[in-house]
């Protein structure tokens, strides 16, 4: 069982940067990754990140947004520059024991975070 905890999320302006952080409970080699949920909308995958370092990332935030792993401190992160008002969301931590290949399809991830919240303003 892998307990997840994001931290790292808050309002800021349009153009505006955030780094949001994810520490796991225990030292894993599991695909993890970003996903986010807007008002009435799907999950969405943002980013993610394999064992062997290979990411994915959304169209929509490709050069903007940056995904890492520090093994050391069990804890992912997510930098995110320059934020736009459509990146508003709700972003978890997942984790999956399912697959070990980056993949953004938030259905094949079995470890969640309770999210933190992400508000860009215009």
């Known amino acids: 069982q892998v307990q997840l905890v994001e931290s790292g999320g808050g309002s800021v302006q349009a153009g505006g940067s955030l780094t949001l952080s994810c520490a796991a409970s225990?030292?894993?080699?599991?695909?993890m990754g970003w996903f986010r949920q807007a008002p009435e909308k799907e999950y969405e995958g943002v980013a993610v990140i394999d064992s062997a370092g290979n990411t994915a990332y959304a169209d929509s935030v490709k050069g903007r947004f940056t995904i890492s792993k520090d093994s050391a401190k069990n804890t992912l992160y997510l930098q995110m520059n320059p934020l736009k008002p459509e990146d508003t969301a709700m972003y978890y931590c997942a984790a999956t024991s399912l697959i070990g290949r980056a993949n953004l399809n938030p259905y094949l991830y079995n470890y969640w975070g309770q999210g933190t919240q992400v508000t860009v303003s215009s």
């Open positions: 225990t030292d894993t080699s599991y695909c």
